[in-house]
Each structure stands twice: as structure tokens, then as C-alpha cells.
């Protein structure tokens, strides 16, 4: 592990347009060596249609885990250069009205990107899963705990951090399309199938009276850099609390057509946690 943290800090002198090119020759091996690896990325695709879109999707995976190191280890004004932003008309709008927000990004283009941009132009707090391998830790969290960036761990105590920043007028973030464990999540379509979804965005939202927005930063060709775009959320939270999963995985849904080649769609969206009984049967499309 203390080798990963050295190789990511070697890499992350090197120029965005290299390392993307490195990443996508990356991307093509693990999917030459690993069968379960391109089953399961096959399968994603195909379930929600955009197959047609696998090439692209293999090298934009091993674009996402080498750019990381750029993202983590670079200076901050060196990354903050490779970015532009999209409508932060939408969010200024909000902190003017000292609403809360709710950012809401799914693993679509350089994730890590969104949370950096916000934290540039106004405090933000985001939830946090530790790495599994401890070495990683201080790595990952020196990364994301940058100035006005802030961690609330996946925990209740996470979340009361969460409600208690939405009540004080400040924006949170989170990854809707991560898995939850038992008791925090509902059966809700995805592409078509039933996917165990998060009911914390929706709680949130309307325990801190705060909106939702979507964002998302896409990788532009040839290494030049990424494009943050921020999205209203038209979605209804005045229902029931899978009717609310549905409606934020519909959201996540329309935001993966802008740019299908750059979702992870090897993560295994469709996985069944320990202890939780599996849907009564899987949505139509």
C-alpha cells in the first residue's frame, strides 16, 4: 500500500492528457484479464441500453482510476485550472437565499472533481466511507479534506453532521448510487431493474428543508480537462420513500444519457446486501 501512495504522488506530476492516454491503455488490459471484471461491465451496459458504448466505457474506467491521482496528489491550483463550471448560477442562487443543498452526484465522469469545484466558491460537507485498506486512509482523506471540504462518515453520526449543516444553510454531498446496507435503503428501478437504493438524500432534503441538485464533471477528449455541470432536480419527494429512490434514480438515469460512456458501470449496482430480502420482482424498463 505504501507503494500505491508513492506511485500516485510519482504520477501525479505528470500531464492530464498522458496520464488519461496511460489510464485508457489501463482500462483495455483489466478488461483483457479480468472475465468477471467484462462480464459484469457487459451486463450493465446491456441492461441499460447503451451497449453500443462499451469501447468508450473500458477506456473511460481505467481514465477514472488513474486521474485520481492527478485529482488527490496535484497541487489544487494545478487541478482547479483543468476545470471549467457550468450554471453555478443555480447554486449561487440557493446560498443566496441561505437555503441548504443537497449535491447529488453519481459515479459519472471524475466524481472527485464536483466536490473540489464546489469547495473552491463555498464550504461544503460530504459523506465519507474509509478505504478499506488502512494504509490508503490518510491518502484519500488528505485529499478530500481540503480547505472549505469537509467528511461526515458513513455513519449516524455522519449523518447528524449532514442534517445539522443542511439546517445551517450549507451544502452537503452525496453518491446516490452507492449501494446502502441493510435498513437504509429501498428496492427502486435502475435501467430497468430493481437496484437496492439510499432513502438518506430524499430524508435529508426534507429534514433540512434544503433542494436538491444535481452535478456531475465529464471528462472533455484528449485529456484537456472537465466540464462541471450542474442540473435542477425536477423529481417528486412528496410521496413514499422508495416512490423517492425511483424518482432520484430516474434523475441519476438522465444525467448517465449525457455522457453514458464515462459511468462505472462495472460497480455492482444490482447487489443484494447481507440481510436484506430481495425485491418481489424486477421493474420493466
Not at 483543468?82 to 450554471?87: F, G, I, K, L, M
Not at 466524481?111 to 460530504?126: D, G, K, P, S
Not at 481540503?146 to 444553510?169: C, E, F, Q, Y
Request: charged share 20%; with cysteine.
Amino acid at each position: 500500500m505504501v507503494m500505491l501512495v508513492v506511485l500516485f504522488r510519482t504520477l501525479s506530476v505528470f500531464p492530464l492528457p498522458l496520464l488519461h492516454a496511460l489510464g485508457a491503455a489501463m482500462g483495455w488490459v483489466v478488461y483483457g484479464l479480468s472475465p468477471s471484471y467484462r462480464k459484469r461491465l457487459r451486463a450493465n451496459l446491456i441492461q441499460a441500453g447503451y451497449d453500443a458504448h462499451w469501447r468508450g466505457a473500458v477506456a473511460e474506467a481505467g481514465k477514472a482510476a488513474i486521474e485520481l491521482a492527478f485529482v488527490w496528489c496535484a497541487n489544487p491550483e494545478r487541478v482547479a485550472r483543468h476545470a471549467t463550471v457550468e450554471n453555478w448560477g443555480l447554486v449561487q442562487a440557493r446560498l443566496d437565499a441561505g437555503r441548504g443543498i443537497v449535491f447529488l452526484t453519481p459515479h459519472l465522469g471524475c466524481f472527485e472533481m464536483t466536490a473540489q469545484q464546489i469547495a473552491l466558491r463555498t464550504a461544503l460537507t460530504v459523506m465519507y466511507r474509509p478505504p478499506r485498506k488502512s494504509a490508503l486512509k490518510p491518502l484519500v482523506e488528505g485529499a478530500r479534506a481540503r480547505h472549505n471540504l469537509h467528511l461526515a462518515p458513513a455513519n449516524l453520526s455522519g449523518v447528524r453532521i449532514l442534517a445539522k449543516t443542511l439546517k445551517g444553510g450549507q451544502p452537503i454531498g452525496l453518491l446516490p448510487d452507492q449501494v446502502p446496507q441493510e435498513g437504509e435503503g429501498v428496492w427502486a428501478p435502475f435501467f430497468g431493474r430493481n437496484a437496492y437504493t439510499m432513502t438518506l438524500p430524499a430524508k435529508l432534503a426534507q429534514l433540512g428543508k434544503a433542494d436538491i441538485l444535481l452535478v456531475y464533471a465529464e471528462r472533455r477528449p484528449n485529456g484537456a480537462g472537465y466540464i462541471v455541470r450542474f442540473v435542477e432536480f425536477d423529481g417528486d419527494l412528496s410521496c413514499t420513500g422508495a416512490e423517492q429512490a425511483a424518482a432520484i434514480n430516474r434523475a441519476m438515469e438522465q444525467l448517465i444519457a449525457r455522457a453514458p460512456a464515462q459511468y462505472f458501470w462495472s460497480y455492482n449496482r444490482y447487489k443484494q446486501p447481507d440481510g436484506v430480502v430481495g425485491p418481489d420482482s424486477e421493474a420493466t424498463p
